[in-house]
């Protein structure tokens, strides 16, 4: 009879355990686009049947969020864009590091941190647009070119307030130095056709409607409207091929310090560096995988093959207040 009792109770801590196991979900904070990134947690949820609740908002006010919950943290994982913001989670002390084999394996050292708190996830070169109709791309070279008097008057930048471009500025400041580095961005200043643009999409209407001939954006940005007009008369440039190569970011994740399912958040980051996320992240966003067994999607294979700059991406958040400034003092708006 004792020996009944055991085993109905065995029986019950089982199911119990399986009941739990199968109710777990992890809940990600995003500053990505709904669109972008459901299609990825579908697919987790209908492989695994672990739900991922996401809830969007910018980058700014989630990690403020994740270090007022701080122990009554309610995400497992903060999903943003820009190596730049991965690091200043990091520097917030919101980010718990934890090491995988599974993601060392997938995701180059280069778009990981060093100190393991995020890894990257789809990347996105920052690179040249430029008009088909008035410039050749002989005629283009490399980022720093772009100040020399021949552009003076043709070029177009968005806003030294987004992220991008400060990371840009910091990993030109890690190559060339302050002082260099100053006088490029004051070339390109001098050289603006206009005042800086909110957004990429921005800046690469204006090339294709005449307002100026060059521009600096993100791949992503080019390979969405692209697909919704592909009669822009705007192409990509790959610049720096003959020494550092294009300058190359991500969006990443990393698992916050009271996850309350650290688990199953990390198998979740595991899945999405592998093959199915990875394509579904090429081919929804038109990004790059971050994983280089990975083929990119058809749209952004025509783009081209580069060679990337080999910087790690954490120095985008490292030099993040310097290059900040310096965009301040050359008039960078």
């Known amino acids: 009879m004792q020996a009944s009792k055991r085993l109905l ?43 991922v609740k996401f809830i969007t908002d910018k980058e700014a006010p989630l990690m403020q969020r994740i270090k007022a919950e701080g122990q009554n943290a309610t995400a497992d994982l903060l999903l943003t864009v820009d190596a730049g913001n991965l690091w200043q989670a990091e520097q917030m002390g919101i980010l718990q590091p934890f090491t995988s084999p599974v993601i060392d394996e997938n995701i180059p050292a280069q778009y990981r941190s060093s100190s393991h708190a995020w890894t990257g996830l789809s990347l996105r070169a920052r690179t040249i647009a430029y008009s088909t109709d008035r410039v050749k791309p002989e005629e283009l070279t490399t980022y720093e070119a772009l100040a020399d008097k021949q552009w003076e008057g043709r070029l177009c930048l968005r806003t030294a307030k987004k992220v991008y471009n400060q990371s840009l500025t910091a990993t030109l400041i890690e190559t060339h130095g302050a002082e260099a580095s100053e006088k490029i961005l004051k070339g390109w200043v001098n050289n603006l056709s206009t005042d800086v643009f909110s957004d990429d999409i921005a800046v690469l209407e204006a090339i294709n409607a005449g307002q100026c001939d060059v521009g600096i954006v993100n791949t992503y940005y080019y390979g969405r409207l692209h697909k919704q007009n592909p009669d ?15 300058h190359v970011n991500l969006s990443g994740i990393g698992l916050t310090r009271y996850a309350p399912h650290p688990e199953a958040a990390k198998a979740l980051v595991e899945w999405m560096t592998g093959a199915d996320a990875q394509a579904i992240f090429s081919g929804t966003n038109q990004e790059f995988p ?16 580069f ?22 003092r050359v008039g960078w708006n």
């Open 9 to 51: 109770a065995a029986l019950a801590l089982t199911v119990l355990g399986s009941t739990a196991q199968a109710a777990d979900e992890v809940v990600v904070y995003s500053s990505r686009i709904d669109e972008l990134i459901k299609p990825v947690f579908d697919a987790y949820t209908a492989k695994t049947g672990v739900k």
């Open 232 to 246: 822009l008369a705007v192409r990509l440039f790959w610049p720096n091929q003959t020494d550092r190569g294009v």
């Open 290 to 305: 971050a994983n280089p067994k990975v083929a990119p999607s058809e749209e952004v294979a025509s783009w081209g093959t």
């Open 307 to 328: 060679k990337a700059d080999t910087i790690p991406v954490e120095i985008a958040g490292r030099r993040q207040a310097e290059a900040i400034r310096m965009m301040d």
